[in-house]
């Protein structure tokens, strides 16, 4: 399945969109385990917790996909959307912070083809030399090196607050363009880096708020 030219900026693709693209591809993948050859709209809805519609309208922006009457092509989707997303080769990410927070994305995203861990860094000197999921912890001092070597494109931050500026500016002198941080802090970014934030307690208190409607 090819995935046309966009006539909309891709800029002007609702974010929202964006997200539900990695939840799809998700329940895509649980289809293709599933032996799934073909995966309905609506089965892929119900998964998905979406409405068919929604499905539609989001995929509507890159293009046409399905059989009228049958469905989607699961192997086909995947492909369209890993393409869609960029993530047709593994992502090389970086990670500081090997605490338990850390530790536990670290596993979670190891299970996960299309991220390639290739670093994982702590300012604790206890951390350093152990090994964990197969990735050696180093200390933080050996991020400049090993990103000059690998080229990573992304990295996990789970660190204290009083040391993320100084994180956030190391990683973008290493060049690196995109950051999740599991700490929330002020800090200034230069405009050509991307930081997302992982609020967990924002998102437990939405869920709540849901809870009481």
Same mark, same amino acid.
């Given at each position: 399945?090819?995935?046309?030219?966009?006539t909309?900026?891709k800029?002007?693709?609702p974010?929202?969109?964006?997200?539900?693209l990695?939840t799809?591809?998700?329940?895509?993948?649980?289809?293709?385990?599933?032996g799934?050859d073909?995966v309905s709209?609506?089965?892929?809805?119900?998964?998905?917790h979406?409405?068919e519609?929604l499905?539609?309208?989001?995929l509507?922006?890159?293009g046409?996909?399905g *059989?009228?009457g049958? &469905?989607?092509?699961?192997?086909?989707?995947?492909? $369209?959307i890993e393409? #869609?997303? /960029? !993530?047709? @080769?593994?992502i090389k990410?970086?990670?500081?912070?090997?605490?338990?927070?850390?530790?536990?994305?670290?596993?979670h995203?190891?299970?996960?083809?299309?991220?390639?861990?290739?670093?994982?860094?702590?300012?604790?000197?206890?951390?350093?030399?152990?090994?964990f999921?197969?990735?050696k912890i180093?200390?933080?001092?050996?991020?400049?090196e090993?990103?000059?070597?690998?080229?990573?494109?992304?990295?996990?931050?789970? *660190?204290p607050?009083? &040391?993320?500026?100084e994180?956030v500016?190391?990683? $973008?002198?290493v060049? #690196?363009? /995109? !950051?999740? @941080?599991?700490?929330?802090s002020q800090v200034?970014?230069?405009?050509?880096i991307?930081l997302?934030?992982?609020d967990?307690?924002a998102?437990?208190?939405?869920?709540?708020?849901k809870?009481?409607?």
């Open positions: 399945m090819k995935v046309k030219t966009l909309l900026k800029n002007l693709i974010e929202a969109t964006i997200r539900r990695s799809y591809l998700r329940c895509l993948r649980i289809s293709l385990e599933k799934d073909i709209s609506p089965l892929l809805a119900k998964r998905c979406v409405s519609s499905i539609r309208r989001d509507t922006y890159f046409e996909f *059989i009228k049958k &469905g989607y092509k699961t192997k086909e989707l995947i492909a $369209a393409q #869609i997303l /960029g !993530i047709h @080769s593994p990410v970086i990670f500081v912070g090997c605490g338990s927070l850390g530790r536990a994305v670290i596993r995203l190891k299970n996960i083809p299309y991220f390639n861990i290739i670093g994982a860094f702590d300012k604790n000197a206890e951390q350093c030399g152990e090994e999921e197969g990735i180093q200390h933080t001092s050996r991020l400049p090993v990103a000059m070597r690998e080229k990573p494109q992304m990295a996990v931050i789970a *660190i607050p009083d &040391g993320l500026q994180t500016d190391l990683l $973008a002198k060049g #690196i363009k /995109g !950051i999740l @941080s599991f700490t929330l200034k970014v230069p405009e050509n991307i997302n934030f992982v967990i307690a998102e437990m208190e939405f869920l709540f708020y809870i009481n409607q």
